[in-house]
């Protein structure tokens, strides 16, 4: 499977976006979905994560009740719907998918990883 990131920007804290996942290859329904990210100097961290059917996520402390991740089949596409942004949430954004995962914190679980999109919150 590929994994296309995008939705990635600039926007002042406060602000929202909506990071998508697009997949081509193959369907995600085979696979769990996590987002992680990486700010600069900082090691990859987890963020999100949503099992394959899409009815358990689990969230990092950092953005737990500001970040939704959802699925949508039909579009063959994961999203990360992110609101109250703040300045510590600048970093790259990754999506990645875990076949027949259960949807884990752990990057070693994914198989396979988007390329990645900037996000920048300005203060």
């Known amino acids: 499977v590929q994994l296309q990131a995008s939705g990635g920007g600039l926007v002042q804290a406060g602000g929202s976006l909506r990071l998508s996942c697009a997949a081509s290859?193959?369907?995600?329904?085979?696979?769990?979905m996590g987002w992680f990210r990486q700010a600069p100097g900082k090691e990859r961290e987890f963020v999100a994560t949503i099992n394959r059917s899409g009815a358990g996520t689990s969230y990092a402390d950092s953005v737990k009740g500001r970040f939704t991740i959802s699925r949508d089949s039909a579009k063959n596409t994961v999203y990360l719907q992110m609101n109250n942004l703040k300045p510590e949430d600048t970093a790259v954004y990754y999506c990645a998918a875990d076949l027949w995962g259960i949807g884990v914190r752990n990057s070693a679980a994914y198989d396979y990883w988007g390329q990645g999109t900037e996000v920048t919150v300005s203060s």
């Open positions: 290859g193959s369907t995600l329904s085979s696979y769990a």
